[in-house]
């Protein structure tokens, strides 16, 4: 039969009749199951607490721990393991006690050797499919919850733009305010008056903070240079250059190094390069922020299908687990308010849906984080 | 260089920023008028002289669009900068198709707004001065027909 399948299978042998036990394994080794043995549920228990098994074939009646009790640790243990019970002709109760408690089947002594195969290959079908279904339905979560993500993301973004909006009005009062009494503490007939330094210095916080609400309000509602969506020919390698030039200082102070392993011919997209500096601003400083000195920051291209891989690597500080899931939220930073609004990556993240991209992130911490853009080499709504 | 007063018109519903904002516009040495709606707006123009209208975008009734397209149908050569609190960009670009000279968004900063004013201010007067000039020549060749 199919020997590379038979191979596969990781066996486990549990008896205390040793004279019984060697037979059925030397019988299964010239099947192709080549069985690891055991003669108590302790050992059988020592076994699978070190190496890997698929399916254990277990006696029920044993010195110490029994069969079943055997089997229900095991089930407890290791959900993944098949069990498959031998008992005694007259027990038929514990082969039922047996499946009961999660056995696969059970074989009654004197045992058919190619029933007891045929059964093997059952129990590691079974494994194979129980792994396909769990495969299946982690595909199926992973998906949900992307899908939730974008849903909150979205509604997230729409909930912001709109109190942006109605902050902005109160804002632009409180600006013209400020203005007016900066305006009138600079007029001749009150720079006599002795307090004039410490209402100016007031008046400078309330401005400060003004600026620092409005590039919160702006960044929200997508305020760029450019509104509108402008397609042209994008060479992503001279954009990254020219978006390097803006971050020079960092790069030298902190000598690190950019590997460029770029391919020219997988390198230029119809795009929009306004939009698109912004987001490589955004991502090339965060990943300057988070190296430390002579670290590396690695860029790639690659093509699949009709898009564009970009990938940006650091080998920084890293984002822990429980962060991940949160970096595109608006509002979300672990720096302090003087160094990011939290808005960084949400801008990002907006502008690749706004051109038809994606953006996807891994990290580990410690190692680094590498962002992946994919991006569509043309524009479909413009062929 | 004496600076020449340029006669703003501020229109926003929000009555403090207008209070404020034409204070400091006035301050500047600018010469302001103020209205609270699109119609009191027009009501203004129609009896005041205005260089540039400073109009908010969202105002309850007639709105910044809609006045905009009045004041360029009644007063072609009144220059107008929308402002905007609403981040509606793609409204302000629409604003600016349909003759608005540019758009703030607010809380703007007051040197850009002092410069955005000045800069229509100027092509109103150059404008001003076109059809002057115009008229001139016309006249001359009248006369030159007698």
């Avoid at chain 1, 308010?337 to 990290?363: P, R």
């Amino acid at each position: 039969m199919n020997k590379l399948y038979d191979n596969k299978v990781r066996l486990l042998l549990v008896d205390d009749e040793e004279g019984f036990r060697t037979a059925i394994a030397r019988r299964l080794g010239k099947r192709g199951f080549v069985p690891v043995q055991a003669s108590t549920g302790e050992e059988c228990l020592e076994i699978l607490g070190r190496d890997p098994v698929d399916v254990v074939v277990l006696d029920v009646k044993m010195p110490g721990i029994s069969g079943i009790d055997t089997l229900k640790i095991i089930k407890q243990e290791y959900n993944k393991i098949q069990v498959i019970l031998l008992t005694g002709n007259v027990a038929v109760s514990d082969g039922i006690e047996g499946i009961k408690s999660g056995a696969f089947d059970y074989l009654t002594k004197p045992i058919e050797i190619d029933h007891l195969v045929n059964k093997i290959k059952q129990a590691f079908e079974m494994i194979r499919l129980e792994e396909e279904k769990q495969k299946e339905l982690e595909y199926r979560e992973k998906l949900e919850k992307k899908m939730i993500d974008t849903e909150r993301l979205a509604s997230i973004g729409t909930m912001s733009t709109g109190i942006a909006h109605e902050i902005n009005n109160p804002l632009a009062i409180i600006n013209e305010s400020a203005g007016f009494m900066k305006y009138i503490l600079s007029t001749p007939e009150m720079l006599k008056c002795n307090r004039r330094g410490a209402l100016m210095m007031g008046i400078e916080k309330i401005e400060n903070s003004i600026k620092r609400a409005r590039k919160i309000t702006h960044q929200l509602l997508g305020h760029v240079k450019k509104p509108e969506l402008q397609f042209s020919e994008v060479n992503l390698k001279a954009l990254l250059y020219e978006t390097f030039g803006l971050l020079k200082r960092e790069i030298k102070d902190k000598q690190i190094n950019i590997n460029w392993e770029i391919d020219p011919k997988k390198n230029i997209i119809w795009s929009d390069p306004y939009q698109l500096r912004q987001v490589l601003m955004n991502l090339l400083s965060n990943a300057v922020h988070a190296v430390s000195e002579n670290g590396s920051i690695t860029l790639s291209t690659r093509e699949i299908d009709e898009d564009i891989i970009l990938e940006i690597k650091d080998n920084g500080i890293g984002i822990p687990k429980e962060n991940l899931s949160k970096i595109f939220d608006p509002f979300f930073t672990t720096k302090s308010f003087d160094e990011g609004t939290g808005l960084g990556l949400f801008v990002v993240h907006k502008i690749i849906s706004n051109l038809n991209g994606k953006i996807d992130v891994a990290s580990t911490v410690g190692e680094g984080t590498r962002f992946y853009i994919r991006l569509p080499k043309t524009d479909e709504l413009n062929r | 260089m004496i600076k020449i007063p340029a006669r703003v018109l501020i229109v926003d519903d929000e009555k403090d920023f207008v209070e404020m904002f034409s204070l400091r516009l006035q301050a500047q040495g600018e010469k302001v008028s103020t209205a609270h709606s699109g119609k009191e707006a027009l009501a203004v123009l129609g009896q005041t002289t205005i260089d540039v209208v400073i109009l908010d975008i969202r105002m309850p009734g007639m709105d910044g669009i809609d006045t905009l397209k009045q004041i360029k149908t009644l007063f072609p050569i009144v220059e107008v900068i929308l402002l905007t609190g609403h981040g509606s960009t793609e409204t302000a670009v629409e604003g600016m198709k349909l003759g608005a000279f540019d758009y703030l968004m607010k809380p703007a900063d007051f040197e850009d707004i002092k410069i955005k004013l000045e800069n229509a201010r100027k092509r109103k007067d150059e404008q001003e001065e076109r059809i002057r000039q115009a008229e001139v020549r016309l006249l001359l060749r009248r006369s030159g027909d007698y």
